[in-house]
């Protein structure tokens, strides 16, 4: 159901709306020195959290299922500053896409049993002691709580393009 809301916007996402910033002092993705999109971040984060473009929120996505998906079902995850931003919203969607199914997959694969268990959470930074079934319902969460700020930053890029 949360993918459905994505999948609404998804149309709207071109590269114009990735990089619109809601003010000067938003987190957005950058080209680094070698030509990567990397996200802005800061360890431990500001209060309050900076707005944020829709290509840090779509990175942020892709973070947090890459991290998991490499935690929960592979030998560990890259670095938060090794995952980049593909670089443009088609290519952001196909990664977006792709992170989706492969989670589906795995998880359809699963018994109830395999879904209470610990073990695969164990290396997880934010799930150590969690079931899967816990962090399978906190990645919907995540899901929902960025599509919804997707949705309302794509809004405001549309209200900032409108004539006055």
């Known amino acids: 159901m949360v993918w459905a809301l994505l ?3 998804l149309p709207q996402i071109d590269d114009a709306a990735c990089h619109f910033v809601p003010n000067p002092d938003s987190w957005t993705v950058r080209q680094d020195e070698a030509g990567r999109w990397v996200a802005d971040w ?3 984060e500001p209060e309050p959290v900076p707005a944020t473009s829709i290509g840090w929120l779509t990175w942020h996505i ?3 299922w890459t991290t998991t998906l490499g935690h929960c079902f592979g030998d560990g995850a890259p670095e938060r ?3 980049a931003w593909p670089g443009d919203a088609a290519a952001t969607t196909a ?3 792709e992170l989706r199914d492969d989670w589906r997959a795995r998880l359809q694969t699963l018994t109830d049993a395999d879904l209470d268990s610990t073990e695969r959470t164990a290396t997880l930074p934010w799930g150590e002691g969690m079931r ?3 962090i399978a319902a906190w990645v919907n ?3 929902a709580k960025n599509v919804s700020e997707i949705g309302y930053v794509l809004r405001l890029h549309a209200a ?3 004539p006055r």
């Open 7 to 9: 999948d609404y916007h």
């Open 141 to 143: 969460f995540e899901l």
């Open 42 to 44: 800061q360890v431990p």
């Open 160 to 162: 900032a393009a409108a």
């Open 132 to 134: 899967l079934v816990d």
């Open 62 to 64: 892709g973070f947090w």
């Open 95 to 97: 990664w977006l896409r």
């Open 81 to 83: 500053e090794e995952i």
